[in-house]
């Protein structure tokens, strides 16, 4: 999803030097429901495995049904077939979270920025127990 994100002219909801979310919840909503308008390109008001795998495609991804099939397992929270607003949302909402841990766990010097020798260190940590 950081790539729909990327696709919609958006930000991540996170500032750096540790900070979550600078922006409103009025803007958050609006950042969320531009990216699943991207995706709903028929705007029926869910998105489902063909949305998900045409907008993936549209980013050149590949694997895309791969990924909008791990999508539906993750989203589709009362198994309906479909992903509704509220879904997405919650999904977006884990993702990010992730994602902000993950940055903060390689921003060893808590500067907000992710140094050279600090992704190298990551990087060569990656995988080990």
């Known amino acids: 999803m950081v790539e729909v994100a ?6 991540a909801g996170f500032t750096g030097a540790g900070d979550l979310v600078s922006e409103s919840e ?9 990216m699943f308008s991207l995706l709903d390109q028929r705007q029926a ?13 549209a ?8 990924y909008a099939l791990e999508l539906f397992d993750v989203c ?3 198994r309906d077939g ?7 949302r919650r999904y977006v909402d884990a993702k990010e979270r992730e994602l902000y841990s993950l940055f903060k ?12 020798e600090e992704m190298r260190i990551a990087l060569s940590t990656a995988g080990r127990c």
């Open 45 to 57: 008001g869910y998105l489902d495995r063909e949305q998900i795998e045409a907008g993936l495609g």
């Open 6 to 11: 990327a696709a919609a002219g958006v930000q």
């Open 59 to 66: 980013l050149s991804l590949p694997a895309r049904r791969k």
């Open 82 to 88: 479909r992903i509704d607003l509220p879904e997405f």
């Open 26 to 34: 009025e803007e958050r909503e609006k950042r969320v429901r531009r």
């Open 76 to 78: 589709d929270s009362n």
């Open 105 to 116: 766990n390689i921003d060893v010097s808590h500067d907000g920025v992710i140094e050279p």
